[in-house]
């Protein structure tokens, strides 16, 4: 398994759960990298703006300067900025969502980094019914999934908590989804914060899940660094070792007591639970 911090570009979101927030520019890009390169990381997670906005010759950079990989990149920021989502009742702007998130794909597959879809899967609501705006997210899913293949890359869907989303909040119901409506090439995002609040047992509902794991949001129960809150990682970290997981645990918390001791303790938590 790598390990990787999480770096926003998204103004709007200077108050959501990033370690690191600057502007594109490339001293910003180069500070962050720098730092995560220091503290041990692998890779860095990146939240742009869009795809037109992302800062590809500055990103390459800092990355080839500092030695790392690029995890994953967010598509939150059509929902933050633009309150688009995959289930929106107006046709015109679910398409939009859709155009925002494969720009964001093809973006991220230059990179060889998959796209994620978070918030922008939305919630049924309105003149969309439940049954409805599951048809609507496994349409989506799959084209967008489909569209990451060429990149030779997967999708990452997110099952939220129930304060963010009404369509799914666990693991094992999503896994299901995805094998049911023939997602084939969309895997599981499993956030340890979501999964705090959603899931009984965060270790096996990662079981459960298997191969479909495609990426893990390292975060404790408050959102805070790995050690901060209530969560114990080892039996979650002892079932990704044994369904074979070799993927990322990306540090996606509140930069909290500061961006650097935040991502300090991430570092630390990620190697003493991989070295047991």
Not at 107 to 130: C, K, L, N, T, W
């Amino acid at each position: 398994m790598k390990s990787a911090v999480t770096i926003c570009l998204v103004p709007e979101a200077r108050q959501g759960p990033f370690v690191f927030h600057c502007d594109p520019s490339a001293s910003g890009l180069q500070e962050s990298c720098r730092t995560a390169a220091e503290l041990g990381f692998h890779g860095v997670e990146v939240f742009p703006e869009s795809a037109e906005a992302f800062p590809r010759e500055e990103l390459k950079q800092a990355l080839a300067t500092h030695h790392l990989s690029l995890a994953a990149v967010g598509t939150g920021a059509g929902w933050v900025k633009h309150r688009l989502h995959l289930c929106h009742a107006d046709s015109q702007l679910r398409s939009q969502a859709r155009a925002f998130i494969a720009g964001i794909i093809d973006v991220a597959g230059e990179f060889g980094a998959p796209a994620i879809v978070g918030s922008m899967q939305g919630r049924f609501e309105g003149d969309i019914v439940h049954d409805t705006g599951l048809d609507l997210l496994a349409d989506a899913l799959a084209s967008l999934g489909d569209r990451a293949s060429r990149h030779g890359q997967v999708l990452l869907y997110e099952p939220l908590n129930r304060y963010e989303t009404n369509l799914f909040t666990q693991q094992a119901e999503a896994a299901a989804f995805l094998r049911g409506r023939g997602c084939l090439n969309v895997r599981l995002l499993c956030d340890l914060f979501h999964m705090n609040i959603e899931e009984a047992d965060s270790a096996g509902a990662i079981l459960e899940a298997g191969s479909l794991v495609g990426h893990i949001h390292w975060a404790d129960s408050n959102r805070w660094a790995m050690g901060r809150g209530q969560t114990d990682p080892n039996p979650i970290v002892a079932a990704l070792w044994s369904i074979g997981y070799d993927g990322y645990l990306s540090a996606e918390i509140f930069p909290l007591p500061t961006a650097t001791e935040a991502a300090r303790q991430s570092a630390e938590s990620m190697r003493r639970c991989l070295s047991k």
